[in-house]
């Protein structure tokens, strides 16, 4: 029986469940405490650092040796900013570090900190979006004049005619607001020195350690022998841990110059100040639209807030990017004009958060469809149908090409098991009675498991994406897998396992996953972007598949028959159609004791692989039923379903648990995380006190269909799914708040839909409120 497509309980659980986790603060018992002095104001000339005596504090002079955090695009419209990692002359944004403390334990680090005075002649902040583009602004650093660090265009030759057929156009201004990840664990790290080699060992909290190794080293110009990464169990990382931080650049600094552990602990607000924020996006939309519905051609221009540095090594250009390549979505049309743009400013950096820009470009595409609805006097669903992809390979406007999906019959399935006449007639009744429900609904796909032709594409100069994979049956059978993702809940080492099993014929239990440490795995890209089992998972497979095919030959040899007559399963090589069988353990153990007699292949059992593939598409309709309390203007989410469409499903209930958690993220997008800055640069919202995340009693029982197109673009058939639950449901609940309030003439297109936005909508609408 095939462990793919079982419900296995994840390997990984035991020991976090019972409390034998391992995080960055288990480990870093007599270290010295760092704590990092940051600047107070968002933009300003450093004019003095007054230090107390018998202080250890490092200024950037200290370090003027160290290279910036300098990540870089080969593009002609792109602007390299480099991050330097502790500022000499100016601060950037509210938050910056621009000293480092020493001291003997946290408390110590903190009493000096209050001590270390900033000498600071504060400049005008720039702030805002827009307010960056304006003409005449001051731009944020003088690399930049116009404060864009990145453009890019396209404008295909029929779209002016695809406008003037147009029966109607459809033009909207959408906004997305400000997120931070907020992972449970905070960012930290402890680096030791080792007398003996002279090395240090970094450990921290962070997605891609060898890409994390190869910053530092390159910054403080040290061979990367000199320099091992751990990352041990990680609370959390959604992209927020993916990206070098000058932190962790001083962190290694300190070990090998003061001879000396020396660990650093973010608390919360420091996260919410420094740590990379995303989402800060406004999209003008133009939509083409004939008739009967059809999209004939869509106009963008879209401006992403990338903060004051650029993010190492996806750059500041992974949000405008990604918006421009892939807004057209699952939508069949070719006309296509686009403008994007990422604009720097006075604030925390941006980099990858779940989903990235998709749940802002669903948003605005799926907007884009209602309103093009209630214009035409369409059904939404209609309207969708009629503009859905149906035929595959199908090529975008922008050149990618979608593998075979199930766009219309995902929706459908997800439309019949809603049953949408029974929802309109409740809805009627509901009102009569002064209660205001709505559904609404997204379907979105999700560009998953991409290797280097995606980022080659974009032109970066350190280009991510294949993934290697080393697999080894030691002499008593058991698997060893070693691998360059760096999982950090996913529930990868399960699925991987799982896959394994398959190939090699054994136990999951058997196999023993190492992940996440540079000295003890090839050379990897980490873990996000729903790329892990895709891409890992293929290199995994066809390791094992590789070892299976020695087991396979070694079995043949012993009882004399041929390989291809040979099947691995239960931990046993069986002679087809016979009852001759031997132990797989029996095996590997005659693969390093009885080499001699195995003629044209190597001792032992080891192999690796690598995979690179171009990628292969998701897809998912997310239905969101809510009912709005026009009183307060709170939204409480009564229903939501989802219908996903991931390829074949390793493990069923990592899958739910992958969407579950996602939709729990998409529902903060939707009504109630918010970054806040005021005019002068300054975080409002630098705690758990503003910045407000779902709890339980926000995100209602998720009910999830499962559908599987197998697509020859994945060796395991497997697609991504990591993020999908982020991307479609703000759209889909943005869309039943809309619903909701259609009685009012309410239409909304900013996220987060927060209580009070309702209630200002509801108040420009004449709408009397009485709390």
């Known amino acids: ?80 900013i480099g991050q330097p990692i502790l500022p000499v002359d100016r601060v950037s944004f509210c938050g910056q570090a621009v000293a480092v403390i020493v001291a003997d334990d946290a408390a110590s680090a903190e009493d000096i900190e209050d001590q270390v005075l900033l000498d600071i002649e504060v400049t005008e902040a720039v702030v805002d979006l827009d307010a960056a583009l304006a003409p005449g602004c001051a731009p944020v650093h003088p690399e930049a004049p116009t404060n864009v660090l990145v453009e890019g265009r ?36 402890l680096a030791e020195y080792d007398a003996a080699s002279g090395r240090v060992t970094l450990s921290a909290s962070v997605q891609m350690p060898h890409m994390l190794r190869t910053g530092i080293a390159d910054t403080l110009g040290m061979p990367e022998s000199n320099l091992r990464v751990i990352a041990p169990d990680v609370g959390g990382g959604f992209g927020q841990k993916m990206s070098l931080f ?94 994007s743009r ?102 979105f796909s999700e560009r998953t498991g991409y290797g280097t032709p995606a980022y080659a594409a974009r032109g970066m100069d350190i280009v991510p994406g294949y993934e290697i994979v080393d697999c080894t049956m030691d002499p008593s059978g058991d698997v060893v897998l070693r691998i360059g993702s760096s999982p950090h809940g996913q529930g990868l080492k399960t699925s991987l396992a799982q896959l394994v099993a398959d190939e090699i014929g054994i136990e999951p239990a058997r196999i023993r996953i190492i992940s996440g440490d540079t000295d003890a795995t090839p050379y990897g890209w980490g873990t996000f972007a729903s790329r892990s089992v895709v891409i890992a998972g293929g290199a995994s497979k066809l390791a094992a598949g590789r070892i299976a095919v020695k087991l396979k030959t070694i079995a043949a040899t012993l009882m004399e028959t041929t390989a291809e007559n040979v099947t691995l399963e239960d931990g046993w090589a069986r002679v087809n159609n016979s009852n001759q069988a031997m132990d797989i353990g029996a095996l590997a153990r005659a693969a390093y004791h009885q080499s001699h007699r195995f003629a044209g292949l190597m001792p032992g059992l080891h192999e690796n692989a690598v995979y690179d593939p171009a990628g292969t598409f998701s897809n998912a309709c997310h239905v969101a039923i809510v009912e709005v309390d026009v009183a307060t203007g709170g939204t409480r989410i009564e229903r939501f379903l989802v219908v996903e469409d991931a390829g074949r499903l390793i493990n069923p209930m990592i899958v739910d648990g992958q969407i579950t958690g996602g939709i729990a993220q998409g529902i903060a997008n939707a009504l109630l995380e918010e970054i806040i800055y005021d005019d002068t640069g300054n975080l409002v919202t630098a705690s758990f006190a503003d910045y407000l995340p779902p709890t339980a009693a926000e995100i209602p029982d998720i009910e999830i269909i499962h559908m599987e197109t197998i697509s020859a673009e994945s060796v395991t058939g497997a697609k991504g799914v990591g993020e999908g639950g982020a991307i479609g449901a703000p759209a889909a609940i943005v869309n039943a708040i809309c619903d909701a309030l259609s009685p009012f003439g309410i239409d909304l297109f900013e996220l987060p839909a927060s209580p009070q936005r309702i209630r200002d909508a509801l108040r420009r609408a004449g709408v009397s409120i009485h709390a």
């Open 1 to 80: 029986m095939s462990w793919i497509g079982r419900r296995l309980p994840r390997l990984e659980d035991p020991s976090l469940l019972k409390g034998g986790g391992s995080y960055v603060a288990d480990r870093v018992g007599k270290a010295a405490a760092v704590r990092f002095v940051r600047s107070p104001v968002a933009s300003g000339t450093i004019t003095g650092i007054e230090i107390p005596p018998d202080a250890t504090v490092f200024t950037g002079r200290d370090l003027a040796g160290i290279k910036p955090i300098r990540p870089i695009l080969h593009r002609p419209d792109y602007v390299a």
């Open 154 to 189: 396209m404008r295909t030759a029929g779209l002016d005619t695809a406008f003037a057929a147009a029966a109607d156009i459809v033009t909207l201004q959408l906004r997305s607001h400000r997120q931070s990840a907020a992972p449970m664990e905070n960012r930290g790290g």
């Open 246 to 339: 000058p932190e962790y650049v001083v962190l290694v600094w300190l070990a090998s110059r003061l001879k000396r552990s020396v660990a650093w602990i973010e608390d919360r607000r420091e996260n919410f100040l420094a740590a990379a924020h995303g989402r800060d996006q406004s999209f003008s939309l133009r939509g083409a639209f004939a008739k009967d519905g059809s999209l004939l051609g869509l106009e963008a221009d879209l401006r992403s807030n990338v903060g004051s540095f650029s993010c190492y090594p996806v750059t500041c250009g992974v949000e405008p990017l990604m918006a421009f390549a892939e807004l057209p979505g699952l939508y069949d049309f070719s006309e296509y004009g686009v403008r």
């Open 342 to 443: 990422g604009v720097t400013t006075n604030t925390c950096m941006m980099a990858p958060y779940r989903g990235v820009s998709r749940p802002m470009l669903t948003f605005s595409m799926e907007r884009l469809m209602e309103v093009a609805a209630k214009r035409l006097g369409l059904d939404s669903i209609e309207i969708r149908r009629r503009n859905l992809i149906k035929s595959f390979p199908h090529r975008s406007p922008t050149g990618l090409v979608y593998d075979q999906g199930s766009y219309v019959q995902a929706m459908d399935a997800a439309v019949q098991a809603i049953d949408v006449p029974a929802f309109r007639a409740r809805q009627a009744a509901m009102r009569a009675k002064g209660r205001y429900l709505g559904i609404g609904l997204s379907v």
